[in-house]
């Protein structure tokens, strides 16, 4: 990635930081939701290695993000309920897709037969934890929430980003290699966020929580952009080589 684009997302980010501590929220809003798309136009701009669904992720991230901040803008101007159903709804379906579109990209290269014959116990602890965290997550959503619509909704945006932290995970344990485990850390920096943005949202306000939210999602995006760069060589095989 260029300095120059480094630089203008660390500005970007230095003044959602200092406008977030300083009261000036909607301002910090307007930064917050240019931070992802500056790294999407980074990605399509400068990695020539692309690949399909991660180019997916990106794309439905970053729209979302735009979305989000285009809808601020309405709602400030005097536009009604309706559109921030709309943008409830559509915002996170493109957040859903994004992440079913990075889930895609991590089990590409899983080999399951290994998964279920070397990592048994491995899988069967994961799948209690997330069904566990789905749970504390859905207790904290179900105060606020006041249709079924809408608890279904988080349920399943619930669901699929921690099967995505979950098939990371696994992917680490079968690949063994540098870009597994960026993708990974990735995938955990983005969980972490999702889950200080629910306490944002649901329980508290507060402006540490919205700087630790999206200072885990920058440094997620870090973490993929990195491993784009990087072969998916296993490391027995890096040792033969």
């Known amino acids: 990635m260029p300095k120059l684009l480094v630089g203008i997302i660390l500005i970007v980010y230095s003044l959602f930081v200092i406008l977030g501590f300083t009261g000036y929220g909607d301002l910090a809003f307007t930064f917050d939701s240019l931070i992802i798309p500056l790294v999407a136009i980074s990605y399509f701009a400068f990695v020539k290695k692309r690949t399909f669904f991660f180019s997916l992720f990106v794309i439905c991230y970053a729209v979302s993000e735009l979305m989000g901040l285009t809808v601020s803008y309405l709602l400030a101007s005097g536009a009604n309920d309706f559109i921030q159903s709309v943008d409830f709804y559509t915002g996170n379906s493109l957040y859903i897709l994004a992440y079913f579109f990075l889930f895609i990209e991590v089990i590409r290269n899983i080999d399951f037969n290994e998964i279920f014959k070397s990592f048994k116990i491995h899988l069967i602890v994961l799948i209690a934890l997330n069904i566990w965290l789905v749970y504390v997550l859905q207790l904290i959503v179900v105060t606020k929430v006041f249709t079924t619509s809408d608890y279904v909704f988080e349920l399943v945006y619930n669901i699929v980003m921690l099967v995505l932290l979950a098939a990371s995970l696994l992917n680490y344990f079968c690949r063994d290699n540098q870009k ?51 072969a998916d060589i296993k490391e027995d095989e890096i040792r033969i080589i």
């Open 180 to 230: 597994s485990l960026y993708l990974f850390l990735g995938a955990l920096c983005i969980v972490f966020s999702e889950v200080i943005d629910v306490a944002y949202i649901y329980i508290t306000q507060r402006s540490l929580l919205n700087f630790l939210s999206t200072t885990l999602s920058l440094g997620a995006f870090y973490f993929f952009y990195i491993q784009t760069e990087m």
